[in-house]
């Protein structure tokens, strides 16, 4: 095993060659299960583009090699804040070629001149990561529930619930208690949710970073506007290779449901939009609904209402996108969106 595992770092390596160019890096901050390799992989469909799928996650075969050794090395109290960075910075120089993607992969390129970051942790760091490594942020939201009944594993979890840091930006003792209470005893469902808002409360409740910030629901219902968004944004100029992208599953559509496979099955497009928004709904009880509700209020957090499929209005970037839910029903007619700016720039 370690033998093969030389020989794929080794073409790894040998498969690019970087030279960092006038455009900043790309750092994509988000939720596991939550979309984030998707939008990756729409970013990545540009010119000269390198990706890092999950650099800090400890899960990664090569995560000893380059000195990450587990989760509490980027927690906030325990954090090797500088190493982290020396790190990040050094696959922005184009070292560490083991983590490079794997030649003839989608989106492989052997002449890159930008980077972009697929990031699960550090959310305490973001701002940080932004200025000491000259990069543009683009933060992604997806609905909790539909987050939560994805995922599998929650190894930051524990975690989160003894840190000082995060029971200081929670404050209220009582609501602290019984997040604890619910991260140790509750239900998968419970925990998960809980997890999603310890991993979103720097950005929600804090917003400690200058950024985008775009929700996975959006992306879905209105990818035409959103695709020329990303264009404007960042600079970008294949505007064709990005549709493509928009319209194409992520690599990983095999960890998915049954349900979203047959979703993507579908030959009607707004049909197929419309099932990957509201799916989660067939999965859940009105019970676990109320979970949700509950923990989110414990946490004060509302970008999502756990019964509603979007985020609040203000938090939404087109005015029309609750237009594009509502074409499948009325639900929605009568709440006029107030997003970002209607065009969020930063």
Known sequence: MTLLLDIKFA??????????????????????????????????????IKFFDEPLSP????????????????????????????????????????????PFSRNHRFFTDRCVFKIHEIEHLIDTVARRCDAQVVYLLRHPIATSISRNALPRLPLFLTSRHYAQLLGDSADLAEIKHLG?????????????????????????FEGLLVTYEELVLNPERSCDLLIEHFSFTDR?????????????????????????????????????????????????????????????????????????????????????????GAQYAERPARGQGELQRT
């Not at 925990?191 to 720097?202: D, G, L």
């Open 184 to 208: 140790e005893t509750g239900s998968h469902f419970e925990k998960a949710i809980v997890s999603w808002c310890f991993e979103n409360i720097e950005a929600l409740r804090y917003r400690r």
């Open 11 to 48: 073409l790894r390596a040998a498969g690019n060659v970087h030279r960092k160019g006038s455009h900043r890096d790309i750092f994509l901050f988000a939720t596991p299960r939550g979309g984030s390799t998707w939008l990756m992989e729409i970013l990545a469909s540009q010119p000269g």
């Open 240 to 328: 064709a290779a990005m549709w493509n992208a928009f319209e194409r599953p992520a690599k990983n559509i095999g960890m998915s449901h049954k349900q979203t496979l047959d979703v993507m099955h579908s030959r009607d497009a707004h049909a197929r939009r419309l099932g990957l928004v509201t799916k989660w709904r067939k999965r859940v009880s009105p019970e676990q609904i109320e979970q949700a509700a509950n923990i989110l209020r414990l946490f004060k957090i509302d970008a999502y209402r756990a019964d509603e499929d979007l985020a609040q209005p203000s938090y939404l970037l087109f005015s029309d996108t609750r237009e594009l839910l509502a074409a499948d």
């Open 59 to 102: 899960r990664r075969p090569y995560a000893s090699r380059v000195g990450l050794n587990g989760w509490e090395q980027l927690m906030p109290e325990t954090a090797d804040t500088e190493w982290i960075l020396s790190f990040l910075q050094a696959l922005q120089r184009g070292e560490f070629g083991l983590l490079n993607p794997t």
